[in-house]
């Protein structure tokens, strides 16, 4: 043995142990994942939910389609939380009550889970709604003043110039005595809008194309469980994930580029003069921290597509499920259309101060993001412990899935009833009741425009149609990172004369 000892050279020693260290490195690794997973299984007691299968967790109780809306239902059986395992090793906690809404959304900084957010990033990369910590806080203040309402004064004409070519459209289409499908034109519509607000950049209809099927592909991704699918990039969907992002990313390198020379060849006297409308694509490109430094070409990129992919989806669920309410209820829908033509006497368009006098479509505008929230939950991964109110607390590590609950909050909360809005009643409800917008500092930065953008829709066209449900086509509700109907919202749109 000693023999054998002293034929090893000394590297062969140093292999050996490096082996050795190793070994210890991973057991140590395992002790802490399985030391901390018994933390946070311990913490999880506290929240009774419903019983759990040893190896599907709770995924075979949740209706697939209907993701994290699915499992609303045991919240009524589960007050303010409860556990939600996916599969055997990976617990999350669903929070729905108010005040739990506060503890999370309350607390600095955001860490986030895989799920859904990995996803997006090889698509809208590292921007606004990923980042977080220090280079978030820097951007997010460096963004806010593209959202000041200076600026936002200017989108009014061009929103309506996109809902106008929309409803040109469904005017050919109602001739037609079907209904209409609504979603896919209002898409279209919102992601126009965005390009043409933040971009001064006019429709290009491969890029549209583009990202209305990265939007898809994620969602479908998301909603089909295929993130467990590890060949997912080899396979056709994959493929085409790919060849969209380069496709988008081409552009916006193309968008951004055209944009710099602009600003390079514009004389100082045409900016003071402002011949163009000073629009998000600027501000971003000319904003400079305390050092006089600007944002870097990856960092333009994340951003430019964050906004692309952020101010569309959403705002176009809101706008789908708002004429699907207001479908159903023509007594509230006639008192918009009132209201409305009260306020435009006979324009035909609107403008920037006619928004502030908007008041019972507004009303009903929320109420309509209380039934139907565009952005059904939020999601984050514990960066420090948290205690509730009520004294339980969770450990680091643990996911939260923040959802909507109306039960929590409303009395017979499945009634479409825009009074709950009333100023009156506003003021006596929990300050986290009502969150379409979450809260706290990582709230929706665009959540402005996109209310803006909800009352041009609406107002244009409530002049030009009656809006009627088809009963044959009712929207079936599903979750994929925004809310929408696997089937459509068809409508049937009345031409008024
Ligand atoms: C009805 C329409 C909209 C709804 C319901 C909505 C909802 C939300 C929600 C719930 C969040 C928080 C997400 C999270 O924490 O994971 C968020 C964040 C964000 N939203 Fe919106 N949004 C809407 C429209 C818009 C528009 C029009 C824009 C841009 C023009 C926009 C840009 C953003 C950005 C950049 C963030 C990330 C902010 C940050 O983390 O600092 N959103 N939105
Ligand atoms: C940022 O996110 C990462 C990963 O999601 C996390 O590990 C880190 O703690 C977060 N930082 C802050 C300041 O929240
Ligand atoms: C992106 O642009 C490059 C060069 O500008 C071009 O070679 C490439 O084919 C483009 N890709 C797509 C998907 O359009
Ligand atoms: C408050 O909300 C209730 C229920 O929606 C409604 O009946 C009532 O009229 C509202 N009150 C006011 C003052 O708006």
Redesign the pocket.
């Known amino acids: 043995f000693t023999a054998l000892l002293l034929s090893l050279s000394l590297s062969d020693l140093l292999n050996m142990l490096s082996v050795v260290l190793g070994i210890i490195f991973v057991l140590l690794k395992v002790i802490q994942f399985y030391q901390e997973r018994k933390k946070l299984i311990k913490a999880l007691e506290a929240f009774p939910g419903p019983p759990k299968h040893w190896l599907y967790g709770h995924n075979h109780l949740v209706r697939r389609e209907l993701g994290s809306v699915g499992i609303v239902s045991w919240g009524e059986e589960y007050a303010y939380a409860f556990p939600r395992w996916f599969g055997p090793v990976l617990p999350s906690l669903i929070i729905h009550h108010p005040e739990y809404a506060k503890s999370i959304?309350g607390r600095m900084g955001?860490s986030?889970p895989n799920i859904p957010?990995k996803f997006l990033v090889p698509w809208i990369g590292k921007?606004?709604?990923i980042?977080n910590g220090t280079k978030?806080f820097h951007?997010?203040k460096l963004?806010t003043p593209a959202?000041h309402y200076d600026v936002l004064k200017s989108y009014v004409d061009l929103m309506s110039d996109s809902v106008k070519v929309m409803l040109d459209k469904w005017e050919k289409k109602s001739m037609e005595k079907k209904s209409v499908e609504l979603f896919q034109d209002v898409s279209l519509m919102?992601l126009d809008s965005?390009m043409k607000?933040?971009f001064s950049y006019n429709t290009n209809y491969y890029y549209i194309r583009a990202v209305y099927d990265l939007s898809y592909l994620v969602s479908n991704r998301v909603q089909t469980f295929s993130f467990k699918d590890i060949f997912y990039d080899l396979t056709r969907k994959g493929h085409e994930f790919q060849n969209a992002c380069k496709l988008a990313h081409n552009h916006t390198d193309k968008v951004i580029k055209e944009r710099k020379m602009l600003l390079s060849s514009e004389s100082e006297l045409d900016k003071i003069q402002k011949k163009r409308h000073l629009d998000?694509l600027d501000i971003l490109l000319c904003t400079k921290d305390a050092n006089g430094v600007g944002l870097s070409d990856e960092d333009l990129r994340a951003?430019v597509d964050?906004?692309m992919f952020?101010?569309?989806d959403?705002?176009a669920?809101?706008?789908s499920w708002l004429f699907y309410c207001l479908s159903l209820y023509p007594e509230h829908q006639q008192r918009c259309r009132e209201e409305i033509q009260g306020i435009l006497g006979d324009r035909d368009t609107i403008e920037w101060e006619d928004l502030g006098k908007m008041t019972y479509t507004t009303m009903c505008i929320k109420e309509s993001?209380r039934l139907f929230?565009?952005?059904p939950s939020?999601?984050?991964c514990l960066s420090k412990p948290v205690t509730f109110s009520d004294g339980r607390s969770l450990p680091v590590g643990l996911n939260i899935f923040a959802i909507h609950r109306n039960r929590d909050v409303w009395e017979d909360p499945e009634v479409y009833d825009p009074m709950r809005f009333s100023p009156e009643n506003s003021t006596q409800r929990h300050s986290h009741a009502f969150?379409?917008?979450?809260a706290g500092?990582?709230?929706?930065?665009?959540?402005q425009?996109?209310?803006n953008?909800?009352k041009v829709a609406l107002a244009l066209t409530l002049l030009r149609f009656k809006l009627c449900p088809d009963p044959s086509k009712p929207p079936r509700l599903i979750s994929q990172l925004?809310l929408r109907s696997s089937n459509g919202i068809h409508l049937h749109l009345r031409k008024i004369h």
């Open positions: 959304l955001k986030l957010y921007g606004l709604l980042l978030w951007h997010r963004l959202f919102t965005i607000c933040a998000f951003e964050t906004f952020e101010g569309h959403t705002t669920s809101g706008i993001l929230p565009p952005v939020v999601s984050r969150l379409p917008f979450s500092s990582r709230n929706c930065i665009g959540q425009f996109a209310m953008e909800m925004i």
